[in-house]
T-cell receptor, first 116, second 111 residues
Framework: GAVVSQHPSWVICKSGTSVKIECRSL??????MFWYRQFPKQSLMLMAT?????????EQGVEKDKFLINHASLTLSTLTVTSAHPEDSSFYIC????????????FGQGTRLTVV | GENVEQHPSTLSVQEGDSAVIKCTYS??????FPWYKQELGKRPQLIID?????GEKKDQRIAVTLNKTAKHFSLHITETQPEDSAVYFC??????????FGTGTSLTVIP
C-alpha cells in the first residue's frame, strides 16, 4: 500500500515553545491530508483537514491559531503546535488517501508529544 | 459532520471464541466503512473494509456486515487468537472525504 511517513516519532518540549510535526506521502501525491489527535485509550479525533495550496479546515473546537497547518506541496503537510502546554501532550497522527487507489486511508506512524 | 458510535468499549473473550464489535453512523451519505486495528503506540492498520453497495465481506477469520437502512455495521472475528488482542476502531467516510472514527474497542483474547 501507499506510504505515509511522519516525523518526529516522539518529541519532548518545554511549555511555551512550538513544535512542528511533518507528514509526508512518500509514493503518491496527496492534495488532502488529515490530522488526528489521540489521547491515551481514546479514539482518533479529527482535528483538521489539510488542503494543498489553501487554508486548512478545522473541526469545531480546534483552535486554528494554536495548531497551525501548512500544506505547501503535494507530498508534505505540517502541523505546528504553538506555545505548547502540558495539556497539549498527546499522540498526533496524520493520514492521507492515495488518489490512484480506492478509499483506504494510510496513516503516518504518529508523533508522541510530551510538553513539560 | 458524521457521528460514529462504537460498542462495546472493552471486550474479553476466550481464545477460540468469536468477538463482535458494533458501530452506528449518522450520515446516510457515508459510503465507505473501514475497520482498523491499533496496537499501543502504533499507527492504525486497516484489517477489512466495506462499501455501501455491499452487505457483507469476509476475509479469513474476519468479516464485516453493513446494514445501510439501519446505519450500522459490525466486525466479526472468529476463532480468536491472543495476537488479536488490540484496540479496534470503526470509521465512516463522509461525503467530505473525511474519516470519522468510533470510540474504539479494547479486545483482550484470553489464552
Amino acid at each position: 500500500g501507499a506510504v505515509v511517513s511522519q516525523h518526529p516519532s516522539w518529541v519532548i518540549c518545554k511549555s511555551g515553545t512550538s513544535v512542528k510535526i511533518e507528514c509526508r506521502s512518500l509514493d503518491f501525491q496527496a492534495t488532502t491530508m488529515f490530522w488526528y489527535r489521540q489521547f491515551p485509550k481514546q479514539s482518533l479525533m479529527l482535528m483538521a483537514t489539510s488542503n494543498e495550496g489553501s487554508k486548512a479546515t478545522y473541526e469545531q473546537g480546534v483552535e486554528k491559531d494554536k495548531f497551525l497547518i501548512n500544506h505547501a506541496s503535494l507530498t508534505l503537510s505540517t502541523l505546528t503546535v504553538t506555545s505548547a502546554h502540558p495539556e497539549d501532550s498527546s499522540f498526533y497522527i496524520c493520514s492521507a488517501r492515495d488518489p490512484r487507489g480506492l478509499d483506504e486511508a494510510f496513516f503516518g506512524q504518529g508523533t508522541r508529544l510530551t510538553v513539560v | 459532520g458524521e457521528n460514529v458510535e462504537q460498542h462495546p468499549s472493552t471486550l474479553s473473550v476466550q481464545e477460540g471464541d468469536s468477538a463482535v464489535i458494533k458501530c452506528t453512523y449518522s450520515d446516510s451519505a457515508s459510503n465507505y466503512f473501514p475497520w482498523y486495528k491499533q496496537e499501543l503506540g502504533k499507527r492504525p492498520q486497516l484489517i477489512i473494509d466495506i462499501r455501501s453497495n455491499v452487505g457483507e465481506k469476509k476475509d479469513q477469520r474476519i468479516a464485516v456486515t453493513l446494514n445501510k437502512t439501519a446505519k450500522h455495521f459490525s466486525l466479526h472475528i472468529t476463532e480468536t487468537q491472543p495476537e488479536d488482542s488490540a484496540v479496534y476502531f470503526c470509521a465512516a467516510l463522509n461525503t467530505g472525504n473525511q474519516f470519522y472514527f468510533g470510540t474504539g474497542t479494547s479486545l483482550t483474547v484470553i489464552p
